[in-house]
Structures are given as C-alpha cells and as structure tokens.
C-alpha cells in the first residue's frame, strides 16, 4: 500500500478533505501537526508528530526519528508546511520541490526580488526593516503604495496607502499583525511597492516535470483596490480572452521555472493591464480555503484526490466540463462574536447554487483582512454562463442573515448583513 505524509495546520479548511481522498485512494495517510507538543496526548494526538512548522529545521529531525516506514510522499496542506515537506521529501529522496524554491516564493521580498533580476512586469519595491522609521521612505514614495507583511497569505497583513499619513499608519498596523502571525517577525521587516492597477484573477494548476498544466483560469469579478484586500467570488471559466489568458499561462510557467519548482500544484494570483500581466503571488500549493469545491465538475474528482494521484505517480484523467462554476468567500464585514446566521435555506434554493458551507463557528471571533485570516464560510454555484454563476452567488449572499454581536456588551445587538 502506498502511504503519504501529510502535513496538516491546525487551522486548514481542508485537513478533512485530503483525509477523505487517501481514504478513497485506498492510501495510508500519516499525519503530523503544528498542534502544541504538550496538549496533544490530551487530544488524543502523538506529541511527536506535534511539531512546528514554522520551525522547519528543527521539525524535520523530529519527524524523521518518528516515522516507522518511509512514505511515498510528503506533502503540505497549506502555506506554513510547504518548507518542511520540501524539506523532508529532500532527505528522503523524493521527487519534489527544492527548500530554496519553496522559500522564494512564499517570501514576498525574494519573490519581488527574483521578478526585477528576470525581466518580469514588477512594482517598484522596498524593503522596510523592522526597526527601520518609515517615514525616511518618504520622499522615495509614489502614491499610492502597498505595505505587505513578508510571509503571510490570504490578504493578511497587506494595506493600501494614498498618502504619508495613511502610509505611516499602515506600517505601524501590519508590523503589529506580522509580529502576532509570525515567529521570524523582527528578522523580516515589510515590503513597500507601488499600487499595480487592473483586475485580479487566480490560476489553479500543477506541474509534471516543470511543464505547467491549468486546471482553471478564475476571474474575480469584484475590484479588489483596498485599503484592504479582502477576495470575495471566484469564476470560472475566465471571460478573458484567450490571447490574454495564454498570457498569463506563459507567465505562471515562466515564474515556476525561475523560482525552480518542478512539481506538484501551484496557485497564482495577477493583475492584468494595458501593460500585461503582473504577477502577485506563484505559491507552491493549491488554492486556499474551500474554493477548490468549485473545480470538482471539471476534474472530475477533489483537487485533493488530483494532488495526491499527482504525487504518486497515478493516472490522472480529467473530465470535459461546459458549466461555469463559482465561488464566493463570504466576507467578514467588521469584528465581532459570530452567532449564527438566518435564512440559509432560502439561499439554497437561488437556482445555480449548489452548496452552502458555513465554517465559522458560533462564539467565534471574527475579524476582516488585514488582521484576519478566515471567511464566514463558502457558497458555490454551478451554472450555464460565467455571468450567470457570478449573479447565482450574489442573490444567495443578499439573503443570508448573519448575527454578529460585538465583543463587548451594548444595549442593541448588532447584526450583519
């Protein structure tokens, strides 16, 4: 039988999703954690296999001494695991990634950087130390500009400024997000660049032998131009034409190339304009949350059953899909104490829409980018037309009612819509 070591964060929408897929895959899953060393045996969890995964030097001794037999491959869920799988699979002989790569591109300085050395559409860019004073970049800015965190995803820790105060302010903001989020906070410092114009879209695909393969060109049909950068619907197919999307292939592979990744899925972020395509992000894993449900009637099986064929070596054979299918992240609209929500039902019948799947739990503190990490939960739809999809998701959302109390205690409960 064969097996696979999947590295599994504490809180990934799709723990249970890859779980499934080596269950119907007939395949022996392992599993380590990023769950704390000392409250796993309570959980019922091997403390071994409880290991840090923002600590890849150190974990990867520890999940080598515990590993009884030596797996087929290795791979993460998400952005925190994907250092210690390049890692490991390096130590055990596996085809994959390099560590180097891996950590290129999830560093978005090095990312930058590596885009200026090669020629690609790239921002002006700077490197804002952690004890550095912002306000001797000043005079260098062009507004408006972007203050991201080094390291982290999902527009978190990434604020548009127009002016120097509003700059100076986004500065103190993400250095105090990034050094809640991330161990390597005073080492890193932030990224500066320049505001790139255009609509965003995402390309899901997967590498075989460095050969860059789309599964899916997703449009986002809202503007995403800040100050905070929270994503909402994803659409596919893109209403792009074909000119510009084999553009954006040829960029995709061209970063994939550059950074050095050979392997396994790749999730890429751009903005498009009169100037071409500017690349955002090129991360060595697939699409976050719970938007891979969208791609299920084109693949004909889970992005995680395809990710886990890939990585061993399996047939894969894709099903022909017509339909347009779509996804909307269900925005968090300010912070509060999540509830409940209303009228779900009804939002289940919109013609098109195929699912509803609320992830945030009652009691749950929530909170909007760029503090926050997580969606309400994920509506999708299932359609003739792009168009159609996208209006499909919009009329649900209209009609959910989501309860939302403040933190601390008013007179009148607060509600969002």
Request: glycine share 6%; proline share 6%; charged share 25%.
């Amino acid at each position: 039988m064969k097996r696979i070591l999947l590295l599994l964060p504490t809180t990934a929408y799709r723990n249970e999703a890859f779980l499934a897929a080596g269950r119907r895959l007939d395949v022996e899953i392992i599993t380590a954690a990023d769950y704390c060393h000392q409250l796993a045996p309570a959980w019922g969890l091997d403390p071994i296999m409880a290991v840090h995964f923002d600590r890849p030097g150190a974990a990867l001794e520890t999940v080598l001494r515990s590993l009884k037999h030596k797996p087929d491959a290795v791979l993460a869920v998400d952005d925190s695991g994907l250092e210690l799988a390049a890692r490991l699979n390096e130590a055990l002989g596996l085809l994959a990634n390099p560590p180097d790569a891996v950590r290129r591109l999830r560093d978005k300085l090095a990312f930058r950087q590596m885009q200026q050395e090669r020629g690609f559409l790239c921002p002006e860019f700077r490197h804002l130390p952690s004890d550095a004073d912002p306000a001797r970049l000043l005079a260098q800015l062009r507004w408006p500009v972007v203050v991201k965190a080094r390291r982290l995803s999902g527009s978190r820790g990434v604020i548009r400024a127009d002016n120097a105060r509003e700059f100076l302010q986004a500065v103190s903001r993400v250095r105090g997000i990034q050094n809640k989020a991330d161990r390597d906070a005073a080492s890193l410092g932030l990224v500066v660049e320049d505001f790139i114009a255009g609509r965003e879209y995402a390309l899901e695909g997967i590498l075989d032998r460095g050969e860059l393969r789309v599964l899916a060109l997703f449009d986002k049909p809202d503007p995403l131009d800040g100050p905070y950068f929270e994503e909402t619907i994803y659409v596919t197919p893109s209403r792009l034409p074909d000119r510009t999307q084999q553009e954006i292939h040829r960029t995709v592979q061209r970063a994939c190339s550059q950074a050095g990744l050979i392997t396994g899925p790749v999730h890429a972020e751009m903005r498009v304009n009169r100037d071409g395509v500017w690349l955002l992000e090129v991360a060595a894993r697939s699409i976050g949350g719970l938007c891979g449900m969208a791609l299920h009637h084109a693949l004909g099986m889970t992005l995680e059953e395809l990710i886990l064929r890939q990585a061993l070596n399996q047939p894969v054979a894709l099903s022909a899909s017509r339909d347009s299918a779509g996804v909307m992240m269900i925005p968090i609209l300010r912070r509060g104490i999540y509830q409940g929500v209303h009228d779900l039902e009804s939002a289940l019948e919109v013609p098109g829409i195929t699912g509803i799947r609320i992830t945030a739990q009652p009691g749950q503190i929530i909170a909007p980018p760029p503090e926050g990490a997580s969606y309400l939960g994920f509506i999708f739809s299932l359609c003739a037309t792009p168009a159609e999809a996208e209006a499909a998701l919009r009329q649900a959302h209209a009609m959910l009612l989501f309860d939302v109390q403040p933190e601390y205690k008013v007179q009148e409960p607060a509600s969002e819509r």
